[in-house]
């Protein structure tokens, strides 16, 4: 099993910055994949950045170029940095990983509130 503890949500106007971090802990040697999902109210939960060992970091286009995903093995945490929000990317943030190279996760963290005010 792995337990994931989200922190770094929070309330931002357009065009402000928020860092998301995520402490693993438990069986992290397993996973093979990571990410960040994202869910806003009455919408499915999408996916904002993701990777797997070995390959680069993938994200849609409507984070590109202002989000950013990365990672510490040595503190088991994932971070996603995040700029230029704007209120379309108001939604509870998620960190994600999976023992497989494909299919969907297998653990989830808790989620964070991130909301951005126009």
């Known amino acids: 099993q792995v337990q994931f503890v989200a922190s770094g949500g929070g309330l931002v106007q357009a065009g402000g910055s928020l860092r998301l971090t995520c402490v693993a802990s438990?069986?992290?040697?397993?996973?093979?994949?990571v990410g960040w999902y994202r869910q806003a109210q009455g919408k499915e939960r999408e996916v904002v950045a993701a990777w797997s060992r070995g390959t680069a970091r993938w994200y849609p286009d409507s984070v590109k170029g202002r989000f950013t995903a990365s990672g510490d093995d040595r503190r088991n945490e994932l971070y996603l940095q995040m700029n230029n929000l704007q209120p379309e990317d108001t939604g509870l943030y998620f960190c994600?990983?999976?023992?497989?190279?494909?299919?969907?996760?297998?653990?989830w963290g808790q989620g964070t509130q991130v909301t951005v005010s126009s």
């Open positions: 438990g069986n992290v040697d397993r996973l093979n994949a």
């Open positions: 994600a990983a999976r023992e497989d190279l494909s299919g969907p996760p297998d653990y």
